[in-house]
T-cell receptor, first 112, second 115 residues
Framework: AQSVTQPDIHITVSEGASLELRCNYSYGATPYLFWYVQSPGQGLQLLLKYFSGDTLVQGIKGFEAEFKRSQSSFNLRKPSVHWSDAAEYFCAVGAQNNDMRFGAGTRLTVKP | NAGVTQTPKFRVLKTGQSMTLLCAQDMNHEYMYWYRQDPGMGLRLIHYSVGEGTTAKGEVPDGYNVSRLKKQNFLLGLESAAPSQTSVYFC??????????????FGPGTRLTVL
């Protein structure tokens, strides 16, 4: 069955430091993969998505993610974190029957 | 262009009461979705619709009913609310299916508490 695992519940990084959020998926067919960001009290906003082609995808707000089929991973990265990046981040896989399976999320705290 | 809106933003119910959550989108999207978000579990799909007059079950449909009488609206109903339905509910819409190049647009959420 399709599923997404985000191993890190909470990550703290210093402002200006690099960031990597991990995501592992389980899906039998070609995965459609997404990263969303949720600020407190808000809905979800799409950061980036992968469905084919170049395995390194660029998104909004300076984020990028790399699809690695051999590792079933789709990790999110940012070279220099800003205080405004503090939020919760969700990885998701688009499955059959219009079912979007989300990970449990990783909460990012940014230290000044 | 308001995008996806949800009504109400907050609601407190007693066990056994009923209520309807309204989702409206002004993007002429065919696909609409209802999710619930619980702590530590991410979002889970309750029901979805692929067009006006259609509905289908998602991952966690029990205890909920939906209707899509108009293309722009997707209603989520709780006939007899239970404490286990305390959650934050999100509506989303898209012009194409999940497994496509399209994007889902999310509403701001409805926080529901069932006492």
């Amino acid at each position: 069955a399709q599923s997404v695992t985000q191993p890190d519940i909470h990550i703290t990084v210093s402002e200006g430091a690099s960031l990597e959020l991990r995501c592992n998926y389980s899906y039998g067919a070609t995965p459609y993969l997404f990263w969303y960001v949720q600020s407190p009290g808000q809905g979800l906003q799409l950061l980036l998505k992968y469905f084919s082609g170049d395995t390194l995808v660029q998104g909004i707000k300076g984020f990028e993610a790399e699809f690695k089929r051999s590792q079933s991973s789709f990790n999110l990265r940012k070279p220099s974190v800003h205080w405004s990046d503090a939020a919760e981040y969700f990885c998701a896989v688009g499955a059959q029957n219009n079912d979007m399976r989300f990970g449990a999320g990783t909460r990012l705290t940014v230290k000044p | 262009n308001a995008g996806v809106t949800q009504t109400p933003k907050f609601r407190v119910l007693k066990t056994g009461q009923s209520m309807t959550l309204l989702c409206a989108q002004d993007m002429n999207h065919e696909y609409m979705y209802w999710y619930r978000q619980d702590p530590g579990m991410g979002l889970r799909l309750i029901h979805y619709s692929v067009g006006e007059g259609t509905t289908a079950k998602g991952e966690v449909p029990d205890g909920y009913n939906v209707s899509r009488l108009k293309k722009q609206n997707f209603l989520l109903g709780l006939e007899s609310a239970a404490p286990s339905q305390t959650s934050v509910y999100f509506c989303a819409s898209s012009s194409l299916p999940v497994r496509s190049t399209d994007t889902q647009y999310f509403g701001p959420g409805t926080r529901l508490t069932v006492l």
